[in-house]
């Protein structure tokens, strides 16, 4: 009965199926990627500023650390992924760890152009990901990033147009964004708390086409609903613009409230 074919050449699923891992509903048009995909000639933006270490120590879950004094937003122009289709990301990170283990960086923030991407992040990493506009811009000799949400650009940024050649090892000077820290907090349909975790995922198979460095500028405007605001720009440090590609992959669970508090 399980292998029974519907009239749209379906099989039911069974409860097996359900169980196994990359399961996504609808389960006749899912909504969510199976690991891996791949993300093709992506353009990026990468812009690096100084900001207050009590923010980000505000904004941090513990028992995860800041590290440092810096963060940067990541604009991408996702030209070529599997399954998503072309979309449009921001991601605000900074320097974090886990007492006695890995570093990376935490995002409190994140923005993207795709309900896909949405769900995905929310649904599997525990990213805090909302739905707005991010672009890249060209306008002569400058780059221009920005990340709209509710009709407001929150973040403007600026970088000058492939001025200075870079090598790949050059575009991590603070932290290693690679590694991404992320709280997962799912409940219960009855309201109890289903999954409380840090989680952890280091993107794999990364190809960098090009990169280029120079001065940037970044301003950010308050907006309740995407307050990045809370990183203020005391410095602004460097920019990169890159192309590249990379697979993104399963992560790890560093840390289970639920079990720790058992």
Known sequence: MSDKRTRYGLRRPTEEDIRAPGFSTPWDAPMIPPFPFRFRDA??????????????????????????????????????????????????????????????????????SSDIGVAHGREVHGQPKKLGEPTIDYRGDLIVGAV???????????????QKAAEAADLKPYFDFATNFNLKAVDHIDGRPAIRQITSRRLADVTVHEVWRGPCTVELRANAQL??????????????????????????ILHDYLEAGT
């Open 148 to 162: 709209e949400r509710n009709g407001i650009d929150v973040i403007t940024a600026t970088l000058p147009y492939k």
């Open 227 to 252: 307050p990045v605001y809370r990183l203020p720009v005391v410095e602004p440090l460097e920019g990169f613009f890159w192309r590249g590609a990379f697979t993104l992959v399963a992560g790890e």
């Open 43 to 112: 353009q990026i933006m990468t812009l690096y500023w100084r900001t207050d270490p009590e923010a980000m120590a505000f904004l941090l879950p513990p028992p995860l650390e800041p590290v440092g004094d810096v963060a940067c937003v990541h604009i991408y122009q996702m030209n070529d992924p599997d399954w998503i289709g072309p979309y449009r990301e921001a991601n605000v990170m900074f320097g974090a760890r886990m007492p006695g283990g890995s570093a990376g960086g935490y995002s409190p923030y994140l923005v993207l």
